[in-house]
């Protein structure tokens, strides 16, 4: 079986075994309506509403969209468009907070008895993939046929740097994470369901274990608990499913084709307590680190919380030069302290001038660590002289398409060429070039 | 916050650089260059300073002179000098050390770009610009005895060659370098103790050295020509070891590495056995570097899950 690349990233997973702790309500939250692939949500509130904590705020605008709910009581100060972590404007829902965190008082746990109402309730939870891709989670479990789904594998890699909020979640929250298992197994009939955790995590590792193994005599476990290598990008979806499955997702097929599905386990974990409390996603767990911040923590805040809310919390020793939503290895740098968390923001990172400041780039010298450290077997050498020769042909051939932009080539390289960057541009460039040749040929 | 730098991911980056890659084969070509001395007295060292001191001093006049950015600091051509260094017989002139040293940093790698772009290997090359400017002095050998300029005598390839296996050195002093011979290229062991210590740092990996020996080993065998003196005789070691696995001129996957690794040792074996020079690890090199380029088109990864076009 062919050993898929990747890195040995320093872990940084300092804030492991730091219990989530709440953040007083900040004074005001923004929240957009596109905090998710798909349709951004259509906002149903205007200034001056009253609003309460878990009430809708943003219709779902379709099939693959999510639901918002406010995450804060208070009034409804502003709706404007405003600059979005993704680089684009995003209609922006700003509450100033009353300080009081009252439920919505129409909030009830959800009937769930089969396969549509369990589908509703995930619907309504407000779930994306909280491992930092934002799909919204009914699209993903919608399945034609059910009959389909051979793995479920839960995503508890959790393999950037830094982070440990799936760590807090597989912790503090594994039941409710069993619970959505549960709930999987009886609606989606999968016939595996595989934990897989990266080998660093042995507090998440027992536990989930521990939940394994307690089943009643002749009673089969519900999941089997793997443990992965700790080798960045693990949690990455096709290298999951090869790691758990040896099945290859085929170039433009969807994981479901080869019969698996992967979810994160702060997604399940978050579906699991909208079932049974009642309570959409309106905040989650963030993992604040970095060398710029004092004391390293894994915080509960409202989702919109502004990161210099965090930062107050947390404390800062040095001057931040650079913020990081997500991992340091494909987190977006944003341009200020302003910019909201989301749900799917699991870390955030302040960096001080040194790490902040990237090495200069020096001549190629053809070593081919990129080549052996891609987890996709790609040649980012040969695509990054296609690039340079505006070569879009070349980019077909060596399948630019398939690149994850995880950084590994990037991450290995001695030159200190910054290649997944080049790959970014180069992948737009294909885009362009296929869909110019599907234009002529029509 | 006065400003914050902002960039797309990855923010990190691994502590691999390019210097820190030339300054581990420095490292690694040390224990060579005590062997060097032990056999041919101080002016292997000597020698040694001169050619790195000139590669240097050319890269850095050159860049200067085209007005390009000065790159003397990612120690390449420092690496470059030893390696041409330990491809010289000690007695050499100095004139003639520098010149080849010219010719290695200006001919061979900044005229095609400088470090990256150089298609063959500068020291490599140099060194049989040098064998065919002034084949009298590069082929002018001394017996190690610890006393410099002593008695010159044969390699033990020409020794070989002339079918005069009885003053052979003895294979332990084949392995410690007490024999005619090159400054760098005489001690088996000091060499593989550096490539010992690439393989553990992860610079280089094991396939191009092996296939290049064993190929050697194996085609002597099959030939009835003493295959254990033919490894530890001429430069194998030191090319097996230092230049086929010379990023920028060998080829980039585990398969084209040996690929690369077997043709040199067929190449050394057939100018070894049936050209008219004694030692041919040189030109095998010099013609495997030539064939990289394709055998990096015909070694090409297969990208996962990718749909055939």
Not at chain 1, 344 to 355: R, S
Request: one cysteine or more.
């Amino acid at each position: 079986m062919r050993k898929l690349g990747g890195v040995s990233t320093p872990h940084h997973k300092n804030t492991a075994t730091s219990p989530v702790e709440e953040i007083p309500t900040p004074p005001e939250v923004r929240i957009p309506m596109s905090m998710h692939i798909g349709a951004p949500a259509k906002c149903i509130v205007k200034v001056g509403d009253a609003v309460q904590v878990g009430q809708l705020i943003g219709e779902a605008a379709g099939f693959v969209s999510s639901s918002i709910y406010a995450s804060v009581s208070g009034k409804v100060k502003s709706v404007d468009e405003t600059d979005a972590v993704t680089g684009y404007r995003s209609v922006s829902v700003t509450i100033a907070s009353d300080g009081l965190q009252t439920p919505y008082e129409k909030l009830s746990p959800p009937d769930v008895h089969d396969l549509p109402s369990f589908l509703e309730a995930v619907r309504a939870s407000g779930a994306v993939g909280l491992g930092g891709a934002g799909f919204p989670t009914v699209a993903k479990l919608t399945v034609k046929d059910a009959g389909k789904v051979d793995y479920i594998i839960v995503n508890g890699a959790e393999c950037e740097p830094y982070i440990t909020s799936d760590t807090r979640t597989m912790v503090e929250d594994k039941d409710y994470v069993w619970n959505s298992l549960k709930l999987l197994k009886k609606y989606l009939k999968p016939a595996h369901i595989v934990y897989a955790i990266e080998e660093n995590k042995p507090e998440p590792i027992r536990l989930t274990r521990e939940l394994a193994a307690n089943v009643q005599p002749g009673e089969e476990p519900l999941a089997e608990v793997k443990v992965l290598p700790s080798l960045y990008p693990q949690g990455g979806e096709k290298m999951l499913i090869y790691n758990v499955t040896g099945r290859i997702v085929p170039e433009g097929k969807l994981p479901l084709d080869v019969g698996a599905m992967v979810i994160n386990c702060s997604t399940l974990a978050i579906i699991s307590r909208y079932i049974i409390n009642g309570m959409p996603l309106v905040s989650r767990c963030i993992t604040v680190d970095g060398s710029a911040v004092k004391n390293p923590k894994n915080l509960a805040a409202p989702i919109g919380t502004p990161v210099s809310a965090l930062f107050d919390y947390c404390g800062l020793k040095k001057e931040v030069r650079k913020i990081i939503m997500g991992g340091p290895m494909m987190g977006t740098a944003i341009p200020n302290a302003d910019m909201p968390i989301l749900k799917n923001t699991n870390a955030v990172l302040a960096f001080a001038e040194a790490e902040a400041l990237l090495p200069a780039e020096t001549p190629c010298i053809n070593c081919g660590q990129c080549i052996k450290h891609c987890p996709m077997g790609l040649m980012p050498s040969n695509l990054l002289t296609a690039y340079n020769l505006k070569k879009p042909e070349n980019l077909a051939k060596y399948k630019a398409n398939l690149c994850l932009e995880c950084g590994c080539c990037a991450y290995s390289c001695p030159a200190k060429r910054p290649i997944t960057q080049y790959m970014k541009l180069a992948k737009a460039m294909l885009r362009d070039y296929t869909a110019a040749n599907a234009n002529n040929s029509k | 916050m006065s400003y914050l730098a902002v960039s797309p991911g990855p923010h990190i980056r691994g502590r691999v650089t390019t210097q820190g890659v030339m300054r581990d084969v420095l490292i690694a070509l040390v224990p060579a260059l005590i062997a060097g001395t032990l056999a041919f007295g101080l002016r292997a060292i000597l020698i040694t300073a001169v050619c790195v001191a000139s590669c240097v001093l050319s890269e850095y006049l050159f860049e200067k002179g085209m007005k390009r950015p000065v790159t003397i600091g990612d120690l390449s051509a420092c690496v470059t000098g030893v390696l041409l260094a330990y491809n010289l017989p000690v007695g050499i002139p100095i004139w003639q050390a520098v010149f080849g040293s010219a010719v290695a940093i200006i001919v061979i790698k900044q005229l095609f770009g400088g470090l990256g772009k150089n298609f063959a290997n500068p020291a490599i090359t140099a060194r049989i610009v040098m064998f065919l400017a002034f084949s009298a002095t590069m082929s002018t050998w001394v017996i190690p005895n610890f006393l410099p300029d002593a008695v010159t005598s044969a390699t033990p390839l020409a020794l070989l060659r002339a079918g005069d296996a009885a003053s052979l050195p003895s294979l332990l002093n084949m392995l410690l370098g007490q024999r005619g011979g090159c400054i760098g290229e005489t001690s088996a062991l000091a060499l593989t103790l550096g490539g010992v210590y690439l393989i553990a740092r992860r610079v280089i990996t094991w396939h191009a050295p092996v296939a290049f020996i064993a190929m050697v080993f194996a085609f002597t065998a099959v030939l009835g020509r003493e295959p254990v003196y033919q490894i530890f005789s001429g430069g194998l070691f030191l090319g097996a070891i230092f230049m086929a696995t010379d990023y920028v001129t060998t080829p980039r996957t585990t398969l084209g590495r040996i690929i690369f690794g077997l043709g040199a040792g067929f190449i050394t074996v057939v100018i070894r056995a049936f050209g008219s020079y004694p030692e041919g690890v040189s030109f095998a090199i010099l013609l495997m570097n030539i064939l990289t380029p394709y055998i990096n088109k015909a070694t090409e990864t297969k990208p996962i899950g990718g749909a055939q076009t």
